[in-house]
């Protein structure tokens, strides 16, 4: 929970990680926050990560490349 915690701190008053604008870095966390907002769990309120988050996922490139539903994944690296 402490790294989420940091998360929101720095995300307070910034559109994105560093700044205004998006960055390698967005797309790093926010490719590992995929998962996380998919699992069925309870989550504490972090309004900053979500609003952040759900401004990734606003993203073509981001839908199309990062949030791959779980299923297509599965065994894929076995099939080749």
Known sequence: MADFEKLERLLEGRSFL???ELTLADITAGTALY???ELEIERPPLPQVE???????QR???RDHVM????E??????DQ
């Open 73 to 78: 994944l599965r065994g894929r690296l076995l």
């Open 35 to 37: 998962r996380y907002f």
């Open 60 to 62: 073509t490139a981001f």
């Open 51 to 57: 609003r952040w988050y759900h401004a990734l996922a």
């Open 68 to 71: 791959i539903p779980f299923e």
């Open 18 to 20: 560093l700044g205004d």
